[in-house]
């Protein structure tokens, strides 16, 4: 399997906060790396300029949409905690979530 783009990982990073708790970026992305059953190759494939790994970046910029939509929030440095406004989205379970449901 490719690595996914940030959309794609949109609702599985909303489906794992789902649970209410806080998690870690770290923990967040390995999971879905899990999910998305991502070869080790592909988990350390590095974006063009080779400071940072392809998937950990998706990750980073699908959480930063969710964010800005207000589905998550992130309390700490590192930390993120789905919204009541993101439980409600996981909870009309949604095919897919992606910038254009987000508008």
Same mark, same amino acid.
């Not at 708790?21 to 999910?35: F, R, Y």
């Given at each position: ?39 080790? !190759?592909?988990? $350390?494939?590095?974006? =063009? @300029? ?5 998937? #950990? ?30 439980? !409600?989205?996981? $909870?009309?379970?949604? =095919? @897919? ?5 987000? #508008?």
């Amino acid at each position: 399997m490719a690595i996914p783009d940030f959309q794609s990982v949109m609702l599985p990073l909303m489906r794992l906060c789902a649970d209410g708790k806080e998690h870690a970026i770290g923990e967040i992305t390995d999971t879905l790396a899990d999910q998305f059953k991502l070869t080790d !190759e592909e988990r $350390r494939a590095l974006l =063009p @300029s080779g400071a940072q790994e392809i998937f #950990r970046n998706r990750v980073a910029w699908a959480k930063t949409y969710l964010k800005m939509a207000g589905l998550l929030e992130t309390p700490k440095r590192g930390i993120c905690k789905i919204t009541e406004r993101g439980l !409600e989205v996981v $909870r009309k379970n949604p =095919p @897919s979530i992606n910038r254009k449901y987000l #508008r």
